[in-house]
């Protein structure tokens, strides 16, 4: 398992419960989610380690969720 495996098995549901909670919509939650994912694996050498990754992760979530 390499650390990208890691960082979505252990902050995937976080980031899910999350959008889940600023949109009211699952299906919504479940595809801005996958994108966060995505989001920060091509962006991870912007991950300066000052925030917790989850807060990291969140805050892509969150932009992601109110572009859409």
């Given at each position: ?62 932009n ?5």
């Open positions: 398992m390499n650390d990208f495996d890691i960082m979505y098995r252990s902050c995937y549901e976080d980031v899910f419960r999350f959008l889940r909670g600023l949109s009211g919509n699952e299906t919504l939650a479940e595809d801005l989610t996958q994108e966060t994912f995505y989001r920060a694996m091509k962006n991870i050498d912007s991950y300066q380690g000052n925030a917790e990754l989850r807060v990291w992760l969140c805050s892509i979530a969150k992601l969720f109110y572009d859409h």
